[in-house]
């Protein structure tokens, strides 16, 4: 990576509160200090995945030790149906329960124990009905959340029967929790004229101030939340944190006393939403050489009960169906599938790395099915520099350096020579194979929601020469503060030890926007520059002024103010004198993302302002007795543009790699026969540990500068480090063909031991490659699938 030529941006500087994490004094919404009185909130929760609820006994619930108040939908004062899209999510249970685990009523008592002890009181009769659970049955049933949506360009049945290859299958994906460190929690404080504090772990406190003054029945401007910080969110906190404030509010403005609501984590697995599972059915035809010339996909995502960001999600899966390859004529439809399930949320990625998997194990498919490498087959599919370079959505790939990325990582990760070794490996090996994948990756920055590029900041200069910026996004462990802090002391000159960035807070930055999407440093980042150029260009004009030298000549370096030849000026002695002259110390930045349009009605337009590429090499060892797979070795090229600061973006890269990681081959969500989530706590779902990292991982950054105006030239971390990840599917999935001569093994995900060894067993019986001539396509979708 090019080195930097700034002061703060560029460098590697800790994470602003660092120290305060491993000494433990960092303050997370649940160790605010509570006031006398606080009362304890928690949920009772429907164990019925469907039903009619006939009748609820609180009695018990009310008389237990320590029950201040029980409420249930009628108490609600205010709106009781809310949701981020979509008003169709009741506050708590009406007359019908969706899910096992929807909370159907709530109990504020004097202690968090007696609370949940309280909600566990109650007596509940239900009328049961029918229950739907996965994404096929639902499809099965045309039972949607949202209408369903399709893209296409060109004839693709006359594409598919041209061939002069072709063939069909399905593919079919698990879902991932969150499993943020720091859970769903809320802390209300009534305060005078109907004025409502609410400290919340939230990654979007003005949605939060929204909903909890909707519920009340208030105006926005009586209600304030803040979130200093987030032990981890990962997009689980997005919407979905909005339950546990607004039943928090109700509860504190009922009792006219503080109100927390922590879930327990088994409370916090049942009662929330999580990543999107789905089921791809596809159909291509491609040459011999394994271009594709035309491809059908259906994308069934389990939604649960509710819309919550399904609409969202489905699209960017579309979205990125395309990955880093241009697809000439296809057809790209995606259902929005209702089930008695968890609300599905917000996942980091939002539907990208879905739609880049689903991609990614055609290639795989193809390279198989003809007996090349898989790297070959990405290669001759890629988006072209100057042609072969439009979108499904029918945007322009303006800056692709996919090429030149990838060869670079094939060079330095000895991808041939590798390949090679692993071949003579698994000759000699009768138990334990190996397998290898290269798999790049394309991901799109920006909101597909145009109005969410947008952010706020406010800045203030104190006469001490210390800086406080205080800003819309919202800190979770990814950095945002400390790059945000880095881009105010570059642009007025100082030490990042003299900014500091103060908690996010409604009643400073209004209307913001989730810090979702990849945008928390590109949106902030922006609005508190441009704050701080605002302050400086006043500044500016007063030393003119005052030392009779050019604007153009002053300079704000090294904690001093050079005015042409008068001598430099300490910055604190600078804004004294500036403050005395009246001055102002204070600004307010705005941002808005620039170029970016999207038509929802036809999902066409510039939704991304700019594309991240990346490339991951994964090495794997499974044993075909067990079904057991290791990753021995991973190696990672990022572009991140021009870092805004490596150390962190090193942290972001291998923190989403071993997170995509683990959604594919340990963690696994499991209901059974009866809804019932089974894997709801740490004993039975597992996130990947230290020892599950390889031994080698080689992580680097890509020299690449961003072509667009993007913050110091720098490029988004968060989400694209993902789906990298599915290079470690598809190497296993190599690792399973090692057992069988030309054999085409069927492995979903998440790619336990159990789906190892089923894969193993498939290899036995290889699907045949299908020509256009012969009409018995197994797992053919049908003809006429009813497209909208």
Not at 720 to 738: E, M
Request: charged letters at 20%; one cysteine or more; proline letters at 5%.
């Amino acid at each position: 990576m090019q080195a930097s030529t700034y002061q703060t941006v560029g460098q590697p500087l800790p994470h602003e509160s660092a120290r305060l994490h491993v000494a433990g004094s960092a303050l997370y919404t649940d160790d605010l200090p509570e006031r006398h009185g606080t009362l304890h909130a928690a949920f009772g929760l429907s164990d019925r995945a469907h039903a009619r609820v006939l009748a609820i006994d609180l009695e018990a619930v009310r008389s237990a030790p320590g029950v201040v108040d029980v409420i249930c939908l009628d108490n609600i004062p205010g709106h009781r149906y809310l949701g981020p899209v979509v008003a169709d999510e009741p506050v708590l249970a009406d007359e019908f329960v969706h899910y096992v685990g929807q909370p159907l009523f709530a109990v504020a008592a004097a202690t968090h124990h007696m609370a949940r002890r309280a909600a566990r009181l109650a007596k509940v009769q239900y009328e049961d009905l029918p229950i739907t659970l996965t994404a096929q049955q639902g499809a099965e049933q045309a039972s949607y959340v949202l209408p369903p949506v399709r893209i296409s360009r060109g004839d693709i049945e006359a594409a598919l029967a041209r061939g002069p290859r072709r063939h069909s299958a399905e593919l079919t994906c698990g879902g991932q929790e969150q499993f943020y460190l720091e859970g769903q929690v809320a802390y209300a404080l009534p305060g005078e004229n109907a004025e409502m504090q609410v400290y919340c772990s939230t990654q979007h406190p003005s949605e939060m101030q929204s909903m909890v003054a909707h519920v009340l029945g208030q105006p926005a401007h009586t209600i304030r939340v803040e979130c200093r910080r987030m032990g981890g969110g990962f997009g689980g906190k997005e919407t979905q944190s909005w339950q546990f404030a607004t039943v928090a509010a109700v509860l504190a403005q009922r009792s006219g006393k503080p109100v927390k609501m922590r879930a327990d984590r088994d409370d916090d697995f049942l009662i929330t939403g999580k990543r999107h599972d789905f089921r791809t059915r596809y159909d291509v035809a491609y040459t011999d050489d394994g271009l594709i010339t035309g491809i059908k996909f259906e994308h069934q995502l389990r939604c649960g009960y509710s819309a919550d960001l399904s609409g969202a999600v489905a699209d960017r899966q579309v979205f990125h169906t395309d990955n880093t390859y241009f697809l000439d004529t296809f057809d790209i439809r995606s259902l929005r599938v209702r089930t008695n399930t968890q609300s599905n949320t917000a996942f980091r990625g939002f539907g990208g790395p879905q739609g880049i998997l689903a991609i990614e194990y055609v290639m795989d498919d193809i390279a198989m099915r003809l007996g090349k490498d898989a790297l070959d087959v990405r290669k001759i599919n890629f988006y072209g520099r100057e042609d072969r370079n439009l979108t499904p959505y029918g945007m322009t790939v303006e800056d692709n350096v996919i090429h030149e990325l990838v060869d670079q990582l094939e060079t330095t990760s000895d991808y041939r020579a590798r390949r090679e070794q692993i071949r003579r490996f698994n000759a000699g090996s009768t138990i334990l194979k190996k397998g290898l994948a290269l798999v790049p990756v394309k991901f799109g920055i920006s909101f597909t929601a145009t109005h969410m590029n947008q952010a706020g900041a406010l800045l203030h200069i104190y006469t001490d020469g210390s800086v406080l910026i205080n800003h819309g996004g919202t800190e979770m462990g990814q950095g945002l503060n400390t790059k945000v802090a880095q881009v105010v002391a570059e642009e007025l000159g100082l030490d990042i030890g003299r900014v500091r960035v103060s908690g996010t807070d409604t009643s400073k930055v209004s209307n913001t926007s989730a810090t979702a999407a990849s945008t928390g440093t590109d949106l902030n980042g922006k609005a508190a520059q441009d704050a701080a150029r605002k302050i400086k260009a006043a500044l500016c004009r007063y030393a003119a002024d005052h030392h009779g030298c050019d604007e153009s000549q002053i300079v704000f370096a090294g904690n001093h103010v050079m005015c042409g030849d008068h001598p430099p000026i300490p910055f604190d002695i600078f804004v004294q004198s500036a403050y005395k002259a009246r001055v102002p110390l204070w600004s307010s930045g705005f941002y808005r993302t620039p170029k970016i349009h999207y038509d929802f009605k036809t999902l066409t337009g510039r939704p991304f302002y700019y594309f991240v590429y990346c490339a991951a090499c994964a090495e794997v060892v499974i044993d075909t007795l067990t079904g057991e797979s290791r990753l021995l070795r991973a190696d990672i090229l990022y572009d991140a543009g021009r870092s805004l600061n490596p150390a962190v973006d090193l942290g972001q890269i291998e923190g989403g790699f071993i997170q995509g990681m683990g959604w594919l081959t340990t963690e696994e969500l499991w209901w059974n026969d009866a809804g019932r989530l089974m894997t709801h706590a740490p004993s039975t779902y597992k996130i990947p540990s230290i020892s599950d990292c390889p031994a080698v991982l080689n992580v680097a950054f890509f020299d690449n500068g961003n072509a667009e105006n993007n913050i110091y030239q720098s490029k988004a971390v968060g989400e694209p480090p993902l789906p990298t990840a599915v290079s470690v599917l598809l190497a296993i999935r190599d690792a399973v063909a090692a057992t069988g001569q030309g054999a085409l093994p069927v492995l979903n995900a998440p790619a336990t031991p159990e789906r190892i060894l089923d894969a193993l067993a498939s290899v036995q019986a290889p699907l045949p490659t299908i020509l256009p001539d012969d009409d018995t396509l197994a797992e053919a979708p049908p003809a006429e699938i009813g497209y909208d």
